[in-house]
């Protein structure tokens, strides 16, 4: 609004200068059709040329003002389209964010109703920072029924199990951490053995035969014979398999079916 009254003002200016020189040239000129005298005459000699230059330079003047105050409006309009921009891709990643939470609790939902126990929810409110322990910190504790013990599971498979509880919140030693053991079987071989993990993102499954017939790629499943875990909830996948030329056993490395890294909701089993 500012930017068009003084374009206004400008024009008015221009034409005023203008009006003044033509009225000038017009009185003389205007004797034309009449009978000219010698000063007269003159006046149209000499400001004839003029009144065209001036003209001249008050259209490109003219033109010159217009295409500013035309660019100043379109930096203007640029600069609101911009803040609108800005303002609808904020709204996109906000609904791409609803979307994806959506389809993680449709996960654990058909998950949980896969399963058939009974489940508490919770949310991944901290991660283990000092490195003592592989770890995270759920939002949920012994106010919600969470005891110490109790298996941690998401859609992906195994997270652990609760090794601390406070009022609102508890620890759940993560399935990757030296201290974590858990019974396991292969899905395809029907082996048994002792998942333990290795202290970064691997674990191992150990006390297998010699003899037991274990591929990579193989999945690994809780047995359900501890008690703990349920049966068949996936722990991960065969990395490596190495037998010694001697022994009874074979090493068998597995890369987790949870990334830890990515974590957001579990699942509290509560064991019967």
Known sequence: ?????????????IVLL??????????????????????????VFVTAPVQYLFNSVIKGT????????????????????????????????????????????????VFKE???????????VAKDSTGAFKTIRINKGFNDGIRISMPVVNYDGVVGQIIRTFADYSDVLLVVD???????????????GVV???????????YLERLDDIRKGDIILT??????FPKGVVIGQVLSVKKEKYGITQEVTIRPSVNFNKIEEVFVVEVR
């Open 62 to 109: 003219i033109r010159f003002v217009d295409n500013y105050f035309l660019l100043v409006s379109i930096k203007e309009d640029n600069l609101l389209i911009l803040k609108e921009n800005s303002i609808l891709k904020n709204k996109i990643h906000q609904l791409t964010e609803s979307e994806f939470e959506n389809t993680r609790l449709k996960k654990l939902l």
């Open 1 to 13: 609004m500012h930017n068009r009254i003084l374009q206004k003002k400008y024009k008015e200016i």
């Open 223 to 228: 047995s359900g014979l501890e008690k703990r």
């Open 196 to 206: 333990e993990g290795l202290g970064k993102n691997e674990c191992r499954l150990k």
């Open 18 to 43: 203008a009006v003044v020189l033509v009225i000038v040239t017009v009185n003389a000129s205007h004797r034309i059709n009449r009978e000219l005298r010698w000063y007269d005459k003159a006046i």
């Open 114 to 124: 896969r399963v058939g126990l009974p489940m508490i929810s919770a949310q991944v």
């Open 178 to 192: 030296p201290n974590s053991n858990i019974d396991a079987m292969v899905q395809e071989d029907r082996a048994r």
